[in-house]
């Protein structure tokens, strides 16, 4: 599958928090299928000022310090940047799904 099955997790659902004085980002789940990076260039910049700022509410950090910890771009491909031409080449069809407020597909 284009991104193993994952889907966008949504930003509400991100945490960081301290458990045994270690720092836990909290930005994929297995069991859901969710991953905070699956998005376009755009987000993955909203992203990590977004997880920067929650870095910075759980630790005594800097906003740079929390933003160079998280900011890996260099590692993530934009792969959403080009998904509708990459799925059209494959010949798939596009179709939109709405989501509920738990994010379960309104049919």
């Given at each position: 599958?284009?991104?193993?099955?994952?889907?966008?997790?949504?930003?509400?659902?991100?945490?960081?928090?301290?458990?045994?004085?270690?720092?836990?980002?909290?930005?994929?789940?297995?069991?859901?299928?969710?991953?905070?990076?699956?998005?376009?260039?755009?987000?993955?910049?909203?992203?990590?000022?977004?997880?920067?700022?929650?870095?910075?509410?759980?630790?005594?950090?800097?906003?740079?310090?929390?933003?160079?910890?998280?900011?890996?771009?260099?590692?993530?491909?934009?792969?959403?940047?080009?998904?509708?031409?990459?799925?059209?080449?494959?010949?798939?069809?596009?179709?939109s799904i709405k989501l509920d407020k738990k994010n379960q597909a309104v049919i």
């Amino acid at each position: 599958m284009l991104v193993n099955g994952y889907i966008p997790m949504p930003k509400s659902m991100i945490k960081v928090y301290k458990e045994n004085d270690k720092l836990i980002i909290y930005k994929n789940d297995v069991n859901l299928r969710l991953h905070a990076c699956i998005t376009t260039n755009k987000g993955l910049e909203e992203y990590f000022d977004y997880l920067a700022k929650l870095i910075v509410k759980e630790t005594n950090i800097s906003y740079e310090e929390a933003f160079n910890m998280v900011e890996n771009k260099k590692y993530d491909y934009m792969l959403m940047d080009t998904v509708y031409t990459d799925l059209a080449l494959l010949g798939v069809d596009i179709i939109s799904i709405k989501l509920d407020k738990k994010n379960q597909a309104v049919i």
